[in-house]
């Protein structure tokens, strides 16, 4: 392919609202970049939400030496910064970015985001590691972040990933890679925790009032800005669970340094979505006592949302903790649930295409998830098939039936179901119709992720491209790629997830 005449150059300037909040929040040093690099892979609709050409990657003859962390455009400013942390429910001390650099913010048609590149080597906050990433956690990585954006789901985003030559240990000798992330801010509850933790109050208060001026600017005519904060977080955190637990994903390791303050999904790891459908699924391997189960994520979440309010205590009230100011820290929380449940029974209405709500709902719903549980059914695959039913019919969908054994119960099920049908008098073309923009067809499964991983390592990047653009549109039929929607292969089974990953 002939290449551009014309180049691209970065819109600028780059801005550094983080970096100009002082030494005490970050590190700045240079990347370590990759060896030889090339690239690896690179997303359209990200470079369209940075306001850049599709072919920027092409068009820039500095861009694969930047986003490999051997080069900087003017007003770039890598930095890594410092947050602390609960993982696993216990007290992990200082954390902080360990392999990830920000390199500053841009301007976008939908305002400031920041750029970020992961892999790119050593820092002080990267304790027994290498401060590398290896091509198969970045190609999961730069996937999903994706393909849950296309679903509909907050996140952070994936803009490209390079690779190179370069070993790098894990559980096996691979090689590395460095992946660009993209996000409005990549604050976690980790920043607040560290600075709370190490009594350095007026940094933590300087925290606060960024996060505010800068993405809750709400907040800021709250007679408590801090408990305002709070419960904004919450309720944005709610709506990231529900969306997390409709679609059947599992993001594996959610401790409070993983958790957005604007409740985005952010570091992927050993994540996964549901193939047969277990509320008890555990997709990260050392997780060894199922604390990040698929069913206790939204408890988790509270959880974590706890350990963010403890860190707040001392900008809230007398900052004593007294049994005042705890009160309103629980008042400020006390909306988790509520949303939480709003939100949840909202998308499997969706889900089942119901247009009006009625009380026997939630009944409706939890009884299928329960019959899908019991028979190991393929969750994405069930979810979309029940658009087949028909409300007209007395026979039961035989796309559904098919995928369950205990047929006598669905059978049973889909009476109920047809029944609340006809009480809102549903037309099926159209209930049809909106229940395939509710569920998706496609979604990021293991063995599609390990297909590419295997192709990438063996230096053909053609599949995760290709994977890309299945991903891009999960709500379609795209009948050519039949393939992708399909039950998993028998050896997906053995497929196993961890920290490393």
Known sequence: MQAPVDTFSPMGPWLQRFAEQGAGFHTELP????????????????????????????????????????????????????????QFGAWAGQLGDGRALLLGEVTTPSGLVEVQIKGAGLTPYSRMGDGRAVLRSSIREFLCSEAMHHLGIPTTRALCLTGSALSVRRERVETA????????SFLRFGHFEHFSHHGRHAQLKQLLDFAITEFYPACASEAQ????????????????LAHWQAVGFCHGVMNTDNMSLLGLTIDYGPFGFLDSFDPHHICNHTDTQGRYAFARQPQVAYWNLHALAQALVPLVGTGKGDDEDVAAIQAA???????????????????????????????????????????????????????????????????????????AAYDAWETRYRARLRQEASVDAERALRMCMANPKFVLRNHLAETAIQRAEAGDFSETQQLLKVL?????????????????????????VSCSS
Not at 63 to 75: D, E, I, R, T
Not at 344 to 366: C, F, H, I, N, S
Request: proline letters at 9%; one cysteine or more; aromatic letters at 8%.
């Open 333 to 407: 929380l006390a909306s988790y649930g509520s949303v939480f449940s709003a939100e949840m029974t909202r998308l499997m209405r969706l889900k089942l295409g119901l247009a009006t709500a009625q009380p026997e709902d939630p009944q409706l719903v939890d009884d299928f998830l329960r019959l899908l549980a019991a028979n190991q059914v393929d969750y994405t695959i069930a979810m979309r098939r029940l658009a087949k039913v028909s409300s007209t019919s007395d026979e039961p969908a035989a796309p559904m039936r098919d995928i369950i054994l205990d047929r």
């Open 472 to 496: 891009s549109r999960p709500y379609d039929e795209q009948a050519e790629r039949e393939a992708y929607a399909a039950f998993p292969p028998d050896w997906a089974q053995k497929l196993s």
């Open 225 to 240: 800005p801090a408990l305002a904060l709070l419960q904004a977080v919450s309720e944005r955190t709610a709506m990231l």
């Open 177 to 184: 890679a460095v992946l660009t992330r993209v996000a409005p």
């Open 31 to 86: 990347a370590q970049g990759l060896p030889d690099p090339h690239w690896v892979a690179h997303s359209p609709a990200c470079a369209e939400l940075l306001g850049w050409p599709a072919d920027w990657w092409q068009r820039n003859p500095e861009a694969l030496a930047v986003f490999s962390g051997n080069a900087l455009w003017p007003g770039m400013r890598p930095l890594a910064s410092v947050y602390s942390g609960h």
